[in-house]
Nanobody, 116 residues
Framework: QVRIVESGGGLVQPGGSLRLSCAASGSTVSAYGMGWYRQAPGKQRELVAWITTTGITTNYIDAVKGRFTISRDNNKNMVYLQMNSLKPEDTAVYYC?????????WGQGTQVTVTS
C-alpha cells in the first residue's frame, strides 16, 4: 500500500511561485512514473505534469509548459512541482499519484489559490 502526502500549497498573487512536495511511502516509488494532477472547482481532475522513473524525461500539459517544473528525488521518495508565473486559472487542489495513475493512491491534495 502506497501512502501519498502532498504539501506546499497556499495563497499566492498572480505571477508568484510555489513549490509543491509529494512524500510517497510504503513502496519503492522509484520504480514508477509519477505525476501531478489538479482539480479546479467544478471541473474534472486533470493531469498536469509527469516524470519517468529516472527523472530524465518530463512532460507537461500546454497550459503549464514553461512555467511548471516537475522533479523527483528517488533517494528520498519525493516528487516536486515548482510552479512559477502562477495564474488565477491555476487555482485548484493539486494531487500527486503514479503515472499512469493508480486509483487507490490518491492523497488529500494541497490547495493552491492564485488571486490578487
Amino acid at each position: 500500500q502506497v501512502r501519498i502526502v502532498e504539501s506546499g500549497g497556499g495563497l499566492v498573487q498572480p505571477g508568484g511561485s510555489l513549490r509543491l512536495s509529494c512524500a510517497a511511502s510504503g513502496s519503492t516509488v522509484s520504480a514508477y512514473g509519477m505525476g501531478w494532477y489538479r482539480q479546479a472547482p467544478g471541473k474534472q481532475r486533470e493531469l498536469v505534469a509527469w516524470i519517468t522513473t529516472t527523472g530524465i524525461t518530463t512532460n507537461y500539459i500546454d497550459a503549464v509548459k514553461g512555467r511548471f517544473t516537475i522533479s523527483r528525488d528517488n533517494n528520498k521518495n519525493m516528487v516536486y512541482l515548482q510552479m512559477n508565473s502562477l495564474k488565477p486559472e491555476d487555482t485548484a487542489v493539486y494531487y500527486c499519484n503514479q503515472y499512469p495513475l493508480h486509483p487507490n493512491y490518491w492523497g488529500q491534495g494541497t490547495q493552491v489559490t492564485v488571486t490578487s
